[in-house]
């Protein structure tokens, strides 16, 4: 079985500053998924990111990055110029190659953007 | 952009009734998922569903769950006989195909009294 962690439960950071999310995860498989989702006070789940396991390349959209070291299993997210918007939860989730796998999400970690 | 919408927003149900929460998937997509949130833990997998059958299911998915297609649209997760502990926030998401991402719609909470 597969398993994501994430180990800040809460971060803070000023606005327009760039802050890194930490996930790493466990699997014995070669091919899968990883997510970042977000989750905002109003509680629906945004994707944010998507990496495929068999992509060196790391993916970004706009202010978001990610860091995938496949090797070290760990999949860290950058958020650039951060804005109040990006409060929320951020999840990180892993999914496997099976094609109707379910997400395993990390426990999240909430971050506040500070005016 | 089309969207997945879930009703009700939230249900407030009393402990041993049966409660149906509703899900409308985007139109062109094939896999359907139910997930679960407990206030303030992390989101867990129940099931996923694809040519109006189960393709898979976790631990929690036991025999109080059911799901369903009744229709070209919907998508509904059946709990039976409700307990206290099943209180949480269930999100449905559907995907355009397998391996292809998730789209979540905004959950509905279900409150067991």
């Known amino acids: 079985a597969q398993t994501v962690t994430q180990s800040q439960p809460e971060m803070s950071v000023q606005e327009a500053e760039t802050v890194t999310l930490s996930c790493t995860y466990d699997?014995?498989?070669?091919?899968?998924?990883l997510f970042w989702y977000k989750q905002p006070p109003s509680r629906q789940m945004i994707l944010v990111i998507r990496?495929?396991?068999?992509?060196?390349q790391n993916a970004t959209e706009n202010r978001f990055s990610v860091n995938f070291q496949k090797a070290a299993k760990s999949f860290s997210l950058k958020i650039s110029d951060s804005q109040l918007g990006d409060t929320a939860m951020y999840f990180c989730?892993?999914?496997?190659?099976?094609?109707?796998?379910?997400?395993?999400f990390g426990k999240g970690t909430h971050l506040i953007i500070q005016p | 952009e089309p969207e997945v919408t879930q009703t009700p927003s939230h249900q407030v149900t009393q402990m041993g009734q049966e409660v149906i929460l509703r899900c409308v998937p985007i139109?062109?997509?094939?896999?359907f998922y139910w997930y679960r949130q407990i206030l303030g833990q992390k989101v867990e997998f129940l099931v996923s569903?694809?040519?109006?059958?189960?393709?898979?299911k976790s631990e929690i998915f036991d025999d109080q769950f059911s799901v369903e297609r009744p229709d070209g649209s919907n998508f509904t997760l059946k709990i039976r006989s409700t307990k206290l502990e099943d209180s949480a926030m269930y999100f449905c998401?559907?995907?355009?195909?397998?391996?292809?991402?998730?789209?979540f719609g905004d959950g509905t909470r279900l409150s067991i009294l």
């Open positions: 989730a892993f999914e496997g190659w099976g094609g109707a796998d379910g997400l395993t």
């Open positions: 699997t014995s498989e070669n091919n899968y998924y």
């Open positions: 569903f694809y040519n109006n059958e189960i393709s898979e």
């Open positions: 139109s062109n997509h094939l896999y």
């Open positions: 990496q495929e396991a068999y992509k060196q």
């Open positions: 998401a559907s995907s355009v195909g397998g391996r292809q991402p998730q789209h």
